[in-house]
């Protein structure tokens, strides 16, 4: 349901997502969504890397960028930080090898 235009596949790297998104698996992000919302899960560009992750609300107006996997520790951004944060996307659909 993604019009072509803002469509774009990106591969996973890492376990940081799963078991929502595994290791390789081929991601499709919808380019509309450029603000960070709640509840979803989205290609945030970091410097010169992207990274998939969810994003939370905290307290005072902070982002919380949360791994799935709960090995990982959410980082939070602060209120200046997490307006900066670039959005790439969500994603909408994750697919692997079969």
């Given at each position: 349901g993604v019009p072509e235009r803002?469509?774009?596949f990106l591969g996973a790297?890492?376990?940081s997502m799963e078991p929502t998104i595994r290791d390789g698996a081929i991601c499709l992000a919808d380019t509309r969504f450029q603000t960070?919302?709640?509840e979803g899960v989205y290609a945030l560009v970091d410097g010169n890397d992207v990274r998939i992750k969810?994003?939370?609300?905290g307290w005072e107006g902070k982002i919380v960028l949360i791994s799935d996997n709960e090995r990982y520790a959410s980082d939070t951004l602060s209120a200046p930080d997490g307006e900066a944060l670039r959005i790439a996307g969500k994603i909408v659909w994750?697919?692997?090898k079969i």
């Open positions: 803002y469509a774009r790297r890492g376990d960070p919302r709640i969810r994003i939370g609300r994750a697919g692997g």
